[in-house]
């Protein structure tokens, strides 16, 4: 009896989760009338629009993995190696984003830098850096755990012990075996960088985001194509987490625990 | 002089001193263990030998040079630590040839050395595994293998077995000396096993509350502790409060009964003193001339397997000591009277 209710509201919360995704499938093939056809993604794909803005938002996210990698990665090495008792501090900082919603961040930042000397409101840079604070908390999160999973101090100890610099400290012991956090932690920031709106509309930037919300107010079929392909490439990039994770060099918990 | 030398080595964290005026002398070949209990300084000094952490004062030399501010990873230390730390990353064969890449060896030179190390600690089988696939025991003897591999002028261990279950860890003990003497590298070996301690080493460094106590041959310390620390800290001891009778001669006397300790004790009649017994050196035998004899009334025995312990009581004073176990051995009664006999160098005086 009990099996049978876990069973129903598994089912009630798969039916809830599921069926919206199935009308959206549903709608978004039914661009031609009388026949499911994928002429919407089909329009979506080959809209120079879409395909500008789809890389431009592809870019950013590029540049923003990039830089919140070298910002964030030696930065919770070395509170993890030299200033733990800064990790308190680091995870309130980390957090502010959450706090803080992205409206607020982006008159901010036009206010401080849309006159000179500080003019940097017609660059992308000022685009990366805001998609840096917006991915901190989620990359910050991931290298964090990552690190908490392995004895970061007695592993760089060792590794200089037997002659080995910061180098080849850092490329040859800490960051493989950080590779699946780093990974979530790269997977989580394009997820967030490729759909976001508010801080790409306010800058006035062709990204993907501002493109999705104009489509979505003027077109029928084609957000829904629009809807389902981000889906797709969302729940693609965690699956490839999950495989790459349980590879080599993963996080295994029979490695974490040392003694066994 | 030594071969290794910690001349007068202090540390300080703000205000907080982990370790007090350390001086060493440690002989090529050596291998000397620092016992002491939890916090009283061994990780931080052999941790400033490895270069983990700079003294505040005081300098260390190996081999002739002052290397006291030389970076680790220029030292050429050999390095094992309680928690194994191989890279998870690695094969346990890459793991052992670690310190040869990074020091740009020729990959043949790398492959030969690595073989030479699998087959001294007997895992030629596991070259390819990786460290999570090797049990805890099997670990540490590949970060041993992975320290020694880059011929280091220094081995440091600390703790090395205390992650291990027992019998592992005599195993690997003896596992260690051997190949410590095999290869006559000097080694530096931390514990708070005083057992290992005096099982493992040439000397032994007994430290506490950031100093040394006492340094000497295994047999010095347990046999002539020279502080009271030592003494209660090394070994198990049965301690009796006893009234000083006459000085010079050493005269005491506990619940009316006299014997003697050592002679020309710095106390005056009347004074009570703690006087410490071996357990194991008292016997139901006068076995030798001129040994102190007490009269006792036992209370319970207590069965440790090789040993017998024995909780006797004089008058209001307790002690206890212990009979080698054999299968004739005939156990006292509880109640039973007995004289129990000890030889007069016997005593540990303690303090007052
Ligand atoms: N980085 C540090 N900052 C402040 N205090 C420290 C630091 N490292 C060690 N200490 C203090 O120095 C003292 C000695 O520490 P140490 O680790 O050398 O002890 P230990 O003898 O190795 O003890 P155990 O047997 O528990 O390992 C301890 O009281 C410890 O709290
Ligand atoms: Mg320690």
Redesign the pocket.
């Given at each position: 009896m009990k099996r049978f209710w876990s069973w129903l509201w598994i089912a009630l919360g798969a039916v809830y989760f599921f069926l919206p995704l199935y009308a959206t499938l549903r709608f978004s093939l039914m661009m031609k009338k009388g026949e499911l056809s994928l002429l919407a993604y089909e329009k979506v794909l080959t809209d120079p629009a879409f395909v500008k803005a789809f890389v431009f938002s592809a870019e950013m996210a590029v540049f923003t993995i990039l830089v919140s990698l070298l910002l964030v990665v030696p930065t919770a090495y070395w509170v993890h190696l030299r200033l733990p008792q800064l990790k308190p501090v680091m995870e309130f900082i980390t957090m502010l984003p959450f706090v803080i919603p992205a409206i607020v961040l982006v008159f901010g930042l036009i206010r401080a830098y849309s006159k000179p000397p500080l003019l940097l409101t017609p660059s992308p840079a000022l685009l990366v850096m805001a998609y840096c604070v917006l991915a901190m908390p989620y990359m910050y999160r991931s290298v964090d755990v990552g690190l908490r999973a392995i004895d970061v101090r007695t592993l760089t100890e060792a590794a200089q012990s037997l002659g080995a610099g910061w180098p080849t400290i850092l490329f040859k012991v800490i960051f493989p075996n950080l590779r699946s956090a780093l990974l979530g932690g790269t997977f989580l920031t394009f997820a967030i960088v490729i759909g976001e709106l508010t801080i790409a509309a306010s800058l006035a930037w062709p990204a993907l985001g501002p493109y999705m919300a104009v489509l979505g107010q003027n077109r029928a079929y084609e957000p829904a194509a629009l809807a389902i392909m981000s889906f797709v490439l969302t729940w693609g990039s965690i699956l490839l987490i999950e495989l790459v994770g349980r590879g080599r060099g993963g996080l295994r918990s029979d490695q974490l625990a040392g003694t066994h | 002089m030594g071969f290794l030398e910690l001349n007068h080595i202090t540390?300080r964290?703000?205000n907080?001193t982990?370790?007090e005026n350390f001086n060493l002398e440690v002989e090529k070949g050596e291998f000397v263990s620092?016992l002491?209990?939890?916090?009283?300084?061994?990780?931080?000094?052999?941790?400033m030998i490895a270069g983990f952490?700079t003294p505040t004062s005081g300098k260390i030399i190996i081999n002739g040079e002052d290397v006291t501010y030389r970076a680790p990873n220029q030292r050429k230390i050999g390095m094992v630590f309680q928690s194994y730390a191989l890279f998870p990353n690695m094969t346990v064969a890459d793991n052992i040839g670690f310190g040869l890449k990074v020091a740009r060896k020729p990959t043949a030179e790398i492959k030969e050395r690595v073989k030479e190390m699998l087959l001294l600690i007997h895992m030629e089988e596991f070259a390819d595994r990786y460290p999570y696939q090797i049990s805890g025991g099997q670990q540490q003897r590949v970060a041993l293998a992975r320290a020694i591999a880059i011929r280091p002028t220094l081995l440091l261990l600390?703790?090395p077995l205390s992650a291990l279950d027992a019998k592992i860890r005599v195993e690997l003990r003896n596992e260690i000396r051997a190949i410590q003497q095999k290869l006559g590298i000097t080694t530096i070996y931390?514990t708070?096993d005083q057992e290992e301690a005096l099982s493992l080493s040439d000397r032994v460094v007994v430290?506490n509350k950031?100093r040394m106590e006492q340094v000497g041959a295994p047999f010095e310390i347990y046999n002539f502790p020279q502080t009271p620390f030592v003494a209660s800290f090394v070994g198990t001891l049965s301690i009796l409060n006893a009234e000083v009778v006459n000085p010079a001669q050493g005269l005491l006397k506990v619940d009316g009964q006299e014997f003697y300790g050592p002679g020309g004790l710095e106390a005056r009649p009347g004074d009570i003193l703690r006087i410490a017994l071996r357990p194991e050196i008292v016997s139901l035998k006068e076995t030798a001339a001129d040994m102190n004899r007490m009269n006792v009334q036992v209370q319970t025995i207590t069965f440790l397997g090789s040993v017998v312990r024995v909780q006797v009581k004089l008058e209001t004073s307790r002690m206890f000591f212990d009979l080698f176990n054999n299968p004739s051995l005939q156990l006292p009664r509880e109640g039973e009277n007995l004289t129990i006999y000890f030889p007069k160098s016997a005593c540990l005086v303690l303090g007052k």
């Open positions: - | 540390k964290f703000a907080f982990a370790v620092f002491g209990p939890s916090g009283c300084g061994k990780t931080t000094t052999l941790r952490e600390d703790e931390v708070h430290m950031a």
